[in-house]
C-alpha cells in the first residue's frame, strides 16, 4: 500500500475524529469504562481463583493405617500411594511421636506427659493434583492394603470447586456483555461519522472510488477510537489497582493476598489494546459496510 494513501486514510481517520469530538469523547469515554469494568472484575477473578488455589493445595486427605502395620510396612504403604494413584501431587508420612508432638503444641506439654505414643494412630498427609477428582482419588486410597481409613473434607473441596465455576461464568458472562455494548457504542460513532460525510462518500462513488479506499478511513478512525480507550483503560487501571493493592496489603495483608500488579502488567495491556483494537475495528467495519451495500 503507497505510503501516500497510508497517510491520507491516518488523516480522514483523524479528521473523523475531530468531526464529531463530543460523540468521539463520549464512545472513548464509555468504550474506557467498559474495558476498565471488565479489567476489574476480571482481576478480582484472577485474585479470587489465585486464593482459591492456594486453599486447594492446602487441601490434603488423611490416610490412617492399620495399628498391625509395622514401620517398615506403613513406609511402604507411602510409595505404593505414590506409585498407583496419580491424582497425588505430595504424601507425607506422620509417624506416631510426631503426632503426640503437635498434639502437645495444641494441648499443651502436660496434658500428654507420661503417655505413650503407640495410642496415635500413624497417617499420611496425601495432597491433591487437582480435587475435583478427590471422590475417586479416595476410593484408591481405601482399597490399598494397609490402609484403615481415609478422611477427607469433601463438602469444603466441592465448596472450592463451585466457587470456582461460579467466578469464571459470571467472568465469561459479564466480559461478553461488555464487549457487546463496546462494540454497539463504537458502530453508532461510526455511523454518525458515515452520515455527516454522505454526501461526499456518494461523490467518491460515482466519481469510481472503490469500497476498500472509501472503507479505510473509517476503519482507522475506529481503530484510533479503540486503542486510545484501551491505553486510557490500562493506565487509570494500573494506577487503582495499585492503589487498592497498598490499602488491602496495608491493614488485611495476612488475610487477603493479592497477586503484584507487575505480575498483570503485560497481560493486561495484552487484553486492552487487543480489546480496543477488536471493538474499534470491528465497530467501523459493520457500520461502512451497511452502509456501503445501501
Known amino acids: 500500500m503507497n505510503r501516500h494513501v497510508v497517510k491520507y486514510y491516518f488523516a480522514e481517520g483523524l479528521r473523523g475524529i475531530f468531526l464529531h469530538g ?15 469494568i471488565m479489567g476489574s472484575f476480571s482481576l478480582v477473578a484472577v485474585n479470587v481463583r489465585a486464593a482459591i488455589s492456594a486453599l486447594e ?11 498391625e502395620l509395622t514401620d517398615a510396612q506403613a513406609k511402604s504403604v507411602g510409595t505404593r500411594i505414590n506409585a498407583t494413584i496419580d491424582n497425588v501431587r505430595n504424601v507425607i508420612y506422620v509417624s506416631r511421636e510426631e503426632v503426640q508432638q503437635q498434639m502437645a503444641e495444641l494441648l499443651g506439654e502436660d496434658m500428654l506427659e507420661g503417655i505413650d505414643p503407640s495410642i496415635f494412630d500413624r497417617r499420611y ?9 478427590a471422590p475417586e482419588t479416595i476410593y484408591l486410597l481405601s482399597a490399598l492394603p494397609g490402609v484403615d481409613e481415609v478422611k477427607a473434607a469433601v463438602g469444603e473441596m466441592a465448596a ?16 461478553l456483555l461488555l464487549l457487546v455494548i463496546s462494540l454497539f457504542i463504537m458502530s ?20 469510481g472510488a472503490t469500497k476498500g479506499f472509501i472503507r479505510w478511513p473509517f476503519v482507522v478512525e475506529g481503530f484510533l ?27 488485611f495483608g495476612s488475610v487477603i493476598p493479592l497477586i503484584p500488579f507487575a ?16 471493538v474499534g475495528i470491528g465497530g467501523s467495519v459493520m457500520t461502512i459496510r451497511k452502509f456501503l451495500k445501501a
Open 263 to 278: 505480575g498483570l502488567r503485560l497481560p493486561l495491556f495484552i487484553v486492552f489494546v487487543l480489546t480496543g483494537f477488536l
Open 22 to 36: 463530543f460523540g468521539s469523547f463520549a464512545a472513548i469515554g464509555v468504550i474506557a469504562a467498559c474495558l476498565l
Open 57 to 67: 493445595q492446602n487441601n490434603e486427605i488423611l490416610v490412617f493405617l492399620d495399628d
Open 225 to 251: 477510537l479503540g486503542m486510545i480507550a484501551g491505553a486510557i483503560a490500562f493506565f487509570v487501571q494500573w494506577f487503582a489497582y495499585e492503589h487498592f493493592a497498598g490499602y488491602v496489603l496495608e491493614r
Open 160 to 175: 472450592l470447586l463451585s466457587v470456582r465455576q461460579v467466578i469464571e461464568i459470571v467472568s465469561a458472562a459479564l466480559i
Open 125 to 133: 498427609r496425601v495432597q491433591l493434583d487437582n480435587i475435583a477428582l
Open 188 to 207: 453508532n460513532t461510526i455511523k454518525l461519522t458515515t452520515f455527516d460525510r454522505k454526501e461526499e462518500i456518494g461523490i467518491m462513488r460515482v466519481v
